[in-house]
């Protein structure tokens, strides 16, 4: 691994980076956590995500041509200075591959742009360690009775997905505090609300 890359980010990083940039500062550059893995919402996504790898371990979506499946794959880009666990990666009989994530959430008629960063990252990250390409990514919502939809993995976004990467590592390495976000109902309950000056 390069200068550039002695740390990782991850797809955790990024759908942070994307709700406010200034969570990725206050945790990494001033060392205050945010403490999201006391929610009991996180939690409870992490429950789901295991117990999902357990059941139906040879289960195959073959609606969606899928001919083979691995749970909780642990994938890293030393190029990128990426790393994450996808929570299942599909291959598919036309060769591409696609990762599927579950997400303890409703569906309420759209698929929000941190999912669809989030699908993309770890797009890449399949890429980058099988070489097959990726052109789908899926989603599965688990509070709407198991909703599966398919993001597009476009080559832009998985460029803007890559200008991401480098602004948060611009934050962590160079300790560059960014703008907030400009959704300012999301700052009312934020954890770092009484530090973050507006």
């Not at 303890?104 to 993309?120: H, V």
């Not at 789908?136 to 976004?157: A, M, Q, W």
Request: net charge positive; aromatic share 12%.
């Amino acid at each position: 691994m390069n200068t550039q890359t002695q740390f990782y980010i991850t797809p955790s990083d990024m759908l942070e980076y994307l709700y406010c940039p200034r969570f990725i500062y206050f945790e990494n550059v001033l060392g205050i956590p945010e403490n999201q893995g006391r929610r009991w919402k996180v939690q409870k996504g992490r429950n789901i995500h295991k117990k999902k790898a357990e059941q139906n371990p040879d289960y195959l979506r073959k609606r969606l041509g899928i001919v083979d499946k691995q749970t909780e794959v642990k994938l890293h880009s030393d190029r990128l200075g990426v790393r994450g666990i996808v929570d299942e990666i599909l291959t598919l009989d036309d060769g591409t591959m696609a990762p599927l994530d579950y997400k303890y959430a409703e569906y309420k008629g759209r698929i929000y742009q941190t999912y669809k960063y989030q699908a993309a990252v770890y797009g890449i990250l399949i890429e980058e360690n099988y070489g097959k390409p990726v052109n789908t990514g899926y989603l599965v919502y688990t509070r709407s009775k198991n909703k599966l939809l398919d993001v597009p993995i476009t080559d832009t976004l998985k460029a803007h997905v890559r200008e991401t990467i480098i602004d948060i590592r611009r934050v962590i390495r160079d300790g560059w505090f960014p703008q907030s976000t400009k959704y300012k109902k999301r700052c009312i309950d934020c954890c770092y609300n009484g530090i973050c000056v507006q």
